[in-house]
Nanobody
Framework: QVQLVESGGGSVEAGGSLRLSCSGYTYSISCMGWFRQAPGKDREGVARILRNSGSTYYDDSVKGRFTISRDNAKNTVYLQMNSLKPEDTAMYYC??????????????????WGQGTQVTVSS
């Protein structure tokens, strides 16, 4: 049973850092992703990682500032967020894919989503 639980959100000033955690994926999962949704906007993919190889992909908006990683022994995926900007303010969600292509679009068909954790960046 895959039950994803996020933690680590909070409020920081611009330029600050936060680390999000998402626990609960299992060996049946092939790909993990982080998404965010700001008020009035669509949910968008931020970063994703392959469970076995650790291969990563980032949206251009966070490339060079965010780092996704995973610890399979702890069944936990992380999102280290540095140099945060006010436009990074959103609810952040993790999601898991049991198979198929590890693309942002495929996650939206997945049943495995966390409840979200709020990130607020003030200027």
């Amino acid at each position: 049973q895959v039950q994803l639980v996020e933690s680590g959100g909070g409020s920081v000033e611009a330029g600050g850092s936060l680390r999000l955690s998402c626990s609960g994926y299992t060996y049946s999962i092939s790909c993990m992703g982080w998404f965010r949704q700001a008020p009035g906007k669509d949910r968008e993919g931020v970063a994703r990682i392959l469970r076995n190889s650790g291969s990563t992909y980032y949206d251009d908006s966070v490339k060079g500032r965010f780092t996704i990683s995973r610890d399979n022994a702890k069944n936990t995926v992380y999102l280290q967020m540095n140099s945060l900007k006010p436009e990074d303010t959103a609810m952040y969600y993790c999601a898991a894919l049991p198979g198929g292509s590890c693309s942002f679009n495929n996650f939206f068909s997945s049943h495995y989503w966390g409840q979200g954790t709020q990130v607020t960046v003030s200027s």
